[in-house]
């Protein structure tokens, strides 16, 4: 494990420093996965600004976390690159719904 790793999985103990790392999660997914189909797609920034419409120095904020874009930006963005945006909402593991303790039961709502 790399000195950040270690680092960052001490810093986790502290509920502050958890709430900002993972409210940060979202934007770290889209910025990586941008990089990542760009990559892909072997586009330059410059290249894909040419094809999407978006200026490149955008492209760049939204690759290094400095700026969120909005689902126009991103659909343009997926276009240029020959794809097509995909968006999706996930369940949230609960502790207890992951790993209920043995003998408890799970409470059923009846209308």
Known sequence: MSDLK???????????FRAEYEASETEYQLTRALIAARNDSNLTQKEL???SGVRQSNISRIENGSCSPTVDTLQALA??????LKIE????????????????VPYKHQA
Do not use: C, I, T, W
């Open 6 to 16: 270690k680092y960052v999985e001490k810093q986790l103990n502290d509920p502050e």
């Open 49 to 51: 600004a040419a094809r």
């Open 79 to 84: 276009k240029g690159m020959g794809m097509r």
């Open 89 to 104: 909402f996930q369940p949230v593991a609960h502790p207890a719904s992951v790993s209920a303790r043995a003998g408890d």
